[in-house]
């Protein structure tokens, strides 16, 4: 594996461990907050809650991810929504694809 390859495992790695870490957090303080007096309006909020956070998490990470698709002309259809639906899935298919992209290029020069 080359320099520029390893940066971006190395990036994405960094990446899912903070959002990770934020939505451990979120998920903590948001049980220990008491948003109203009935019961089910705390419930409501403390299960959507964390679906919402870590929905909005995954929507940065496929952001992130689409800039790197654009700069690495990666030929991908799907890896924007599987980021948006699971993180790491997002993550894992873009840098296989990236992998293999470039070991195809690598081959077809070769003679």
Same mark, same amino acid.
């Given at each position: 594996?080359?320099?520029?390859?390893?940066?971006?495992?190395?990036?994405?790695?960094?990446?899912?461990?903070?959002?990770?870490?934020?939505?451990?957090?979120?998920?903590?303080?948001?049980?220990?907050?008491?948003?109203?007096?009935? &019961?089910?309006?705390?419930?409501? =909020?403390? %299960? *959507? @809650?964390?679906?919402? +956070?870590? #929905? $909005? !998490?995954?929507?940065?990470?496929?952001?992130?991810?689409?800039?790197?698709?654009?700069?690495?002309?990666?030929?991908?259809?799907?890896? &924007?929504?599987?980021?948006?639906? =699971?993180? %790491? *899935? @997002?993550?894992?298919? +873009?840098? #296989? $694809? !990236?992998?293999?992209?470039?070991?195809?290029?690598?081959?077809?020069?070769?003679?």
């Amino acid at each position: 594996m080359n320099g520029p390859k390893l940066r971006l495992i190395a990036k994405y790695a960094l990446l899912l461990s903070v959002f990770y870490i934020f939505s451990i957090a979120f998920y903590r303080t948001l049980i220990a907050l008491e948003f109203s007096d009935d &019961i089910r309006i705390n419930t409501l =909020y403390k %299960s *959507l @809650g964390p679906i919402v +956070f870590d #929905l $909005f !998490l995954n929507l940065i990470m496929a952001y992130i991810v689409q800039r790197d698709i654009a700069m690495h002309n990666v030929k991908t259809k799907y890896v &924007i929504i599987a980021t948006i639906i =699971y993180r %790491s *899935l @997002g993550v894992f298919s +873009f840098l #296989l $694809f !990236l992998h293999f992209q470039h070991r195809d290029e690598d081959n077809s020069i070769a003679p």
